[in-house]
């Protein structure tokens, strides 16, 4: 391995939070990317010296998930990218886009495939669609640029006014700063000429799903990944129904999608965004600086030279 990159769910799974039941120890991180070493007879997939990323879910080609694909998932249950060697089945790994440096390939595995999952899976987006972000962590960061990658128009919020200016050099069509204008969904709304936006890459969950709801069109897609803003509130359903809108869950994704995406992000030359790169032995650093927040895309740890 040369890389491994940081999403919040290994921040909870450090702390015990993700799985209580999860047996310890346990190598954590499902991201990163490497070099292949060595491979076993009869491996047609990779060949000695080929820069591989792991797939989040070993088990998960394609179609949808199941417990059996599930249970194969890196940093919990099983051990996962935070290690100098790993034994992979030819079947767990893709290759990554030539073009990306080994920090910024390793930031695809998770948080790229969610955004581009959301973005092309239940419904897919089409060029021209009003596409919403919440914050700039490392899921809604790829799904600014990927959304941008797929011609729609992208409305971000921040609660940080400098980090909303460089959603807008990423190429953010509007902003919101949701931490001073509280009833950001509305603001959003008035963006479209009051029509709704067409999806929500939604990583607050509860705590701010009233206001996607006031956000999203009639129809629109509401893709629900994270649970940053909590995972429990008194809410209003009617406008789910009222509004034919889709709350549709989103984990991650399969082989298939990631190297679909994987195409794209070559050919359009997509460049992850790294906060900041952290030393192997820095890795407790870069686990406290996740638990705070304060990133802007995503945080790398290195590995080896
Ligand atoms: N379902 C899945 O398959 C899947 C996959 C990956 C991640 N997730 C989940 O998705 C969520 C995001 O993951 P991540 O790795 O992108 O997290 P992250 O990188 O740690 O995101 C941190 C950023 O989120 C923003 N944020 C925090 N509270 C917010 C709020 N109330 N409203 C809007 N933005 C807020 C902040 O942006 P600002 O500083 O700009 O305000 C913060 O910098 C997590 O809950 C994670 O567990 C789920």
Redesign the pocket.
Known sequence: MTCAS????D??MVRGAYNPKQKLPLVPCSDGVGVVEEVGAGVSRVAVGDRVSPI?AQKWLGGEPTHAKLRSTLGGPLDGTLAERLVLSEEGVVHVPAHLTDEQAATLP??A??AW?ALTGYTPVKAGDVVLV?????????ALQLAKLLGCQVIA????DE??ER?RALGADHTIN??TQREWGKVAKDLTGGVGVDHIVE???A??LAQSLRAIRIGGQIS???????NQQDLNINPIFMQAVRVQ?????HRESFEAMNRAIALHRLVPVVDRAYAFGEARAAFEA?AK???????CIRIGA
């Open positions: 940081l999403n919040f769910r921040s909870l989040f998770c948080a495939l969610t999952s919440q914050g700039t962590g490392g899921v809604s960061i790829f919020t921040s609660s940080s980090k909303l959603v949701y931490a990583v607050g969950g705590g701010t629900l990944i994270g649970v940053l803003a909590g869950g989103i984990l991650v994704g996740l927040s304060q990133l802007f895309g995503k945080l």
